[in-house]
Each structure stands twice: as structure tokens, then as C-alpha cells.
């Protein structure tokens, strides 16, 4: 069971979604052996949200994890509380032997580390972003942290130690996730692929940019070259894969945890939006699965997938047990795949924001946002309904006409809001450690 996962790629900027100026052979290989899911959803706009329902396959507003945590080491909860089960959990009573590569950012608090979460191995960093070039790593610890986004220059952990690397973060990465699959060739094996990029800071080695002489643009020739140096990484892993004479024994899911933000130079169009916003170019992703001789290869399926499916598809064939009092949101999406069910995995799937006290839904092809807090910009109108399948990129806004598909909307709506429970934790920018000179 492979999970690969990018940070704030944009939906247009893989090459099944028709990307032309950033090459992305080996993530299309996905596809092309597989299926592109052309409606392919996480359940929140930003990542560390959106990694807890990946992670859990249970919509993360349920229990609590839904803004990006605060990275203070000891606050309890800032992450995935262990109440919850996620993937490695579930899958460690039936013999998988587990590793997350990468970005964590779900939970810094001890007990809520990869180790302590299921997880035999871990080699990556625990916040939401990371330097990429090792001279910049100089702290040992987050306790060395002084300023916020110093956690970037954090040594990465192997295990609970911190190790020096030695080359550009993203290779140093795919090494991992490699190795992990030469050594576990033999057992049942779940890798969780993590990788933080192209995410902030842009930074990229020569090698990956001089593959973009024709991009004249800095920022978008930095962000190639960082999906570049993972498009290289996938490959790697395929081809790894495929010596060991286990692609027929393997799933591999690739997606991006959220949409494109507008300061790294990716490209979510024709979706509106961007990553934190409600519109599909904050949560509509590039999303492929590959099982070959299981799904057909190089099929589109388009009808909604999410996030919260890859976990119920693992557990469904890993033959995993799932608490009863915390059933999965998501479904198998295999019988789905292979055109054994026909009809929709998902009639409905729902986003909040706390915070922003906004919330979104789609049910068949009508998407409805209600912003029931402070209008943000003019961009935000309080009630907003888009039909998708004849607007794609939600210029009209038809809620006025439709009456019944907002109220259809609203009433499902108005059920999954009362499972949910407010932040377990303070945000992101709770955490202001003082410099060193104010000690």
C-alpha cells in the first residue's frame, strides 16, 4: 500500500491533467496504468487538515483537527488526537510493516508522533515545512526554535533521532521511501510518501533547474524544478516496484494534499480558486490510483473520489478491522474503479471552515457554499451556488434559481454539522517563541 503525496500542487500541473511546461512523466505513469479521477476531493484547502482525513478516512472535523495546529511541542492534541485510528494503526494488527517519509504535520505533542501512531519507521520532520538545502538544517530540536517558521531549519528525524542529510531534501526523500520498499519486499508493507514539496520556500537544485530553460518566469521555473525532483522520485519508486515483481501486489494512490496557493507559481485553472478557499481550486486535486491487473489502465473515472477513500479502500483489501464507534467516511473505491458498482461513491461530500465559519457542499453536481461569517473579500458572495458539470470554474452563481437544490443541499448540510466538534488545538500562529536576545 503506497500513499504519494504532494503539498500545494496546483490541479493543472501534472501532465494527466494536461500540463504542458513541466514535464511529469513517471506521476502520469500513475494514471496511465491506472485511473486519473478527474473529481478527485480532500476534505480542507490547507494541509494539515486535509492530511488528518487522509490519514484517518474519517472527515477531520469530527475530531477537531481542522485548522493548521500550532507547532508548540507541548500543547496536547495539536494534530490527530489518539482517539483516532489511522492507517498504520489500523493496518499494524494484521502483520504491515509501516513508514511515513516526510512531512508529518499531524501532531508535534510526543504521543502524537509517526512512532507512537503506528508507524515502524519515520524519517522526515514534524511541521508543515521544511528547508530543502541540508546547510540550511542547523536546529536540533524544536525546543531551539526562537521565531515562527524557524521550525524549517529542524534536522530531520529518523526515528526520534536527528540526522544530518546530505543532499537536496526531496531526493534525500525518495532514497527513503526506495529503501524502505527494497527492505519490506518480502512482507506486507504501507509507505506513506509525504513529501513537502513544491510547498515554500522555492528552492530547487541546478540539476532539476536547468530542465526549464523555456520558463522565463523565476517563480515558476523554481516551482517546476521542485515538481520535477519529485516526478523524478515517483519514478524511482515505480521502477523499484517493478524489479521486485510487485506492481500486480501493489495500490498506489498519488494526489496533492490541496490546491495550488498563489505565491508559489502553480496553476490550478480552469478551477476557481486556490488553496483556503472554498472553490474546487482549493480542494479539487490531482488524484490518480494504480493497481495494475486489478483496475483498468488508462481510464478516466468522474465521477467524486476523496481523500477519505484511500483509507477504506486500504483497509477494505488489507482485510483491516475499523473501530465500530468510528466508521470510516470514505468508501472502496475498487468496485467503483472496475465499473462493479455503477453508480456514485460519494452523492455527497462536505468541507467547513471553522475558522472562517464557512462551509461547502456538493451534492451531485451542485456545489453550495455558505460564508455565514465575515465576508472575506467581493469575491465571497454569503450564499453561493455553482452547477458544475455546466461551470466548471464557478463564474455563475445560481442560488437564487434553484431553490430546491439549495434547500436539498442545506438540509444535508445542516445533519453533518451537528457531528461536528470545534479545534482541539490553537492554530498556526499561536506559537510566538521568543528571540533570543528578548530571554
Known sequence: MIIILTDDQGYADVGFNGCTDIPTPNIDRIAAEGVRCTNGYVTFA????????????????????????????????????TSEKNI???????????????????????????????????FGFLSGGHQYFPEMLTLNDLSEVTYEF??????????????????????????????????????PFFLYMAYNAPHTPLQATKKYLDRFPHIQNKKRKTYAAMVSAVDDGVGRILDKLSKLDLDENTIVFFLSDNGGPPE??????????????????????????????TIPAGIDYDQPVSSLDIAAT???????????DK??????????????????????????????NIYSVRNGFSKLILVEGEIINDKYEPQMLFDLKADLSEKNNIFQNRPQTVADA???????????????????????????SDK
Open 46 to 81: 490547507v494541509c494539515g487538515p486535509s492530511r488528518a482525513g487522509l490519514i484517518t478516512g474519517r472527515y477531520q472535523d469530527r475530531f477537531g483537527a481542522c485548522r493548521n495546529p500550532t507547532i508548540d511541542p507541548a500543547v496536547p492534541n495539536n494534530g490527530v488526537p
Open 264 to 293: 508559489n507559481g502553480s496553476r490550478n485553472k480552469p478551477l476557481r480558486g486556490h488553496k483556503g478557499s472554498p472553490f474546487e481550486g482549493g480542494v479539487r486535486v490531482p488524484f490518480a490510483v494504480r493497481w495494475t491487473g
Open 410 to 436: 442545506s438540509g444535508k448540510l445542516d445533519v453533518w454539522k451537528k457531528e461536528l466538534v470545534p479545534p482541539n488545538a490553537p492554530g498556526l500562529g499561536s506559537w510566538m517563541p521568543k528571540k533570543q
Open 88 to 122: 498504520a494503526e489500523l493496518l499494524k494488527p494484521i502483520g504491515y510493516t509501516s513508514m511515513a517519509v516526510g512531512k508529518w504535520h499531524l501532531g508535534t505533542f510526543p504521543s502524537l508522533r509517526p512512532l507512537e501512531r503506528g508507524f515502524d519507521e519515520f
Open 314 to 324: 486500504i483497509v477494505a483489501h488489507a482485510d483491516a478491522s475499523v473501530p465500530v
Open 327 to 356: 466508521p470510516l467516511d470514505g468508501v472502496d473505491l475498487i468496485p467503483y474503479l472496475t465499473e462493479k458498482r455503477i453508480e456514485s461513491p460519494h452523492q455527497t461530500l462536505y468541507w467547513r471552515w471553522f475558522d472562517k
Open 150 to 187: 524557524e521550525w524549517y531549519n529542524t534536522k530531520l528525524l529518523r526515528n526520534e533521532a536527528r540526522v544530518d542529510i546530505h543532499d537536496y531534501l526531496t531526493d534525500e526523500l525518495s532514497d527513503a521511501g526506495v529503501d524502505f520498499i527494497e527492505r519490506n519486499s518480502d512482507s
